[in-house]
């Protein structure tokens, strides 16, 4: 157990619908990142933030989007769901910015009908 | 485009083998190298990070080596087990915060 927790673990959804992922990190981490796992792709960076502030972005669709708030969770909003969308999604966080190991949750798996 | 190449893109070897594993990423590009294994049905967990030029980790029967001047990483890992069994990735720090770059991965399958 790595000490970030992710909910849900699985999602069902239609096209067109929006959904939320929630990311908490481990106790005393400040940085939060997002990663896709497709079936046929590897492990896609989406995006970091750090404090509370946007730190780095990926190829993130402007469809997704994501927040940490000041309890220092985050959410990964996706909108307009196509069948593309139907991946993996971890949450990650680590203790600096940047340089250190990061800790991955659990996964939530998204499967777009 | 950042490009991280790993070889080869799956092992398999009896228990007792070593083995090891190569993760190429352009060397005008370093800021740091990560090396993660990832068992089915959890998430990838960390192994070593590495930042300077001739870096040696080790972990118990796993170590990894580290080169920038000429682009590339091994993982070894020694007398296999049937538990080292899992996907192997590295990935480059690309130096835009703790953004990571991961390569495809090296399936390993260790029998016993």
């Known amino acids: ?113 | 485009i950042l490009n991280v190449e790993q070889s080869p893109q799956s092992l398999h070897v009896q228990e007792g083998d070593s083995t090891n594993f190569t993760c190429s990423f352009p060397s005008s590009n370093f800021y740091a190298l990560h090396w993660y294994r990832w068992e089915t049905a959890k998430s990838p967990e960390a192994l070593f990070v590495m930042t300077l030029n001739g870096d040696e980790k080790k972990k118990g029967r796993i170590s990894a080596t580290l080169n920038t001047k000429e682009g590339y990483s091994y993982l070894y890992i020694k007398g296999s087990q049937p538990e080292d069994s899992a996907t192997y990735l590295c990935a480059l720090g690309s130096g835009q915060g703790g953004k990571l770059i991961f390569g495809q991965g090296t399936e390993l399958s260790v029998k016993p």
């Open chain 1, 1 to 113: 157990d790595s000490g970030v927790t992710q909910t849900p673990k699985h999602l069902i959804t239609a096209t067109g619908q929006r959904v939320t992922l929630r990311c908490s990190p481990r106790s005393g981490d400040l940085s939060v990142y997002w990663y896709q796992q497709s079936l046929d792709q590897g492990l896609q960076f989406l995006i970091q933030y750090y404090n509370g502030e946007e730190r780095a972005k990926g190829n993130i669709l402007e469809r997704f989007s994501a927040q940490q708030f000041p309890d220092l969770h985050s959410e990964l909003n996706l909108s307009s769901l196509e069948l593309g969308d139907s991946a993996l999604y971890f949450c990650a966080s680590s203790v600096r910015d940047s340089g250190n190991e990061q800790f991955f949750g659990p996964g939530t798996r998204l499967t777009v009908l």
